[in-house]
């Protein structure tokens, strides 16, 4: 049974007229604009193409997106002011502040606005996760022999550790955090996965190998680190018996993305709408469906999609940024000491 997002079913949810009434002004402004220009949130990420769908099929709002990175997003935003071409975008949640710095942003907080955690929005509205993102080991079966479950089993392994881009993606910065967090350091102190890191290059055990699924698919790849829906995601679409996907027991990062609605949006109430769907149920079950979780967790899943997901217990030591301040100053360090600390010892 399809899940609809309307007035009548929030009444029955918020249990008040009130905030119905005003989703049902937003839902008509929204229909009057009938556009919404997304950024950064492309039909094959998070199964974006359903929620699309669903906003153009229920509220008859034409939807076009152009993918683009985080700092790419905030960019345009700041760039672009009163002549701005995108009304929403999905960033990573390291640049949800970041946008606030800049001014770029407009504040909306959603009729589930409680059910967020408090971590995982600004206090004003300005940004919230939509979903997380955990960082997980993808381990190819038919290459390693026993897959490791921990950060501290990397160093006993003969396979090779493919990050992607330390230092320029968000995804390979986030890898590096998580194995600080589980060998004991923080957004300030990076120093414990450096030394990792460090330790498999002098190994040459260090992969240089994009993470993209062409080259898992190839057998290119050993074991990667990345978000776990783009792990999930990949495994499933070449062979779901030939890769382990697991969260590290000893720690990982829980992060994930956040929408930002434009402030100089030409089609704001499309955009605000956007957000509410997306924080609704059943926009919530459509993330899911695309292998991220949702950042509501009082959700309830459809088997099918419940399959798709690790299970829960996976995610015990899995914690989020908590210093944004001292996680953005690292960053910035981050190419840096990643080629001083760590590819100064690459082998081979």
């Given at each position: 049974m399809k899940h609809l997002f309307t007035a009548s079913l929030l009444t029955l949810a918020l249990g008040t007229t009130a905030q119905a009434a005003d989703i049902s002004e937003l839902e008509a402004k929204a229909r009057d604009e009938g556009r919404l220009n997304s950024v950064g949130m492309p039909d094959s990420w998070a199964n974006w193409k359903d929620t699309w769908r669903d906003l153009t099929e229920q509220y008859g709002i034409r939807h076009q997106d152009t993918d683009m990175s985080s700092a790419q997003e905030i960019a345009k935003f700041a760039a672009e002011k009163d002549d701005a071409t995108a009304d929403i975008g999905d960033v990573g949640a390291a640049f949800g502040p970041i946008a606030v710095q800049q001014g770029v942003t407009q504040p909306y907080k959603p009729s589930t606005w409680s059910e967020i955690p408090d971590w995982a929005k600004d206090e004003d509205g300005h940004w919230m996760l939509g979903y997380t993102g955990t960082i997980a080991f993808i381990v190819n079966n038919e290459l390693v022999t026993r897959?490791?479950?921990?950060?501290?089993?990397?160093?006993?392994?003969?396979?090779?550790?493919?990050?992607?881009?330390?230092?320029?993606?968000?995804?390979a910065n986030s890898a590096v955090l998580a194995a600080a967090f589980a060998l004991g350091g923080d957004e300030s102190n990076l120093e414990p996965a450096l030394s990792l890191f460090a330790e498999l290059a002098r190994q040459g055990r260090l992969s240089p190998v994009d993470l993209n699924i062409a080259n898992l698919e190839k057998g290119e790849i050993e074991l990667a680190v990345m978000w776990d829906f783009n792990a999930l995601n990949y495994r499933d679409q070449i062979d779901r018996a030939r890769f382990t996907v697991v969260i590290p027991s000893d720690g990982s990062l829980i992060s994930g993305y956040a929408t930002i609605?434009?402030?100089?949006?030409?089609?704001?109430?499309a955009a605000k709408l956007a957000r509410e769907y997306i924080l609704s149920d059943a926009g919530q079950i459509n993330l899911a469906?695309?292998?991220?979780?949702?950042?509501?967790?009082?959700?309830?899943?459809?088997?099918?999609?419940?399959?798709?997901?690790?299970?829960?217990?996976?995610?015990?030591?899995?914690?989020?940024?908590?210093?944004?301040?001292?996680w953005e100053q690292t960053t910035r360090t981050l190419s840096r000491l990643w080629q001083s600390d760590v590819l100064l010892h690459q082998k081979g």
């Open positions: 897959p490791p479950v921990s950060w501290a089993e990397l160093r006993q392994g003969d396979y090779k550790v493919a990050l992607g881009d330390v230092g320029i993606a968000a995804q609605i434009n402030k100089y949006a030409k089609h704001p109430n469906r695309g292998y991220a979780r949702p950042i509501r967790t009082n959700v309830a899943l459809p088997e099918d999609v419940q399959a798709k997901l690790l299970p829960n217990d996976m995610y015990a030591k899995a914690r989020p940024i908590e210093n944004f301040d001292a």
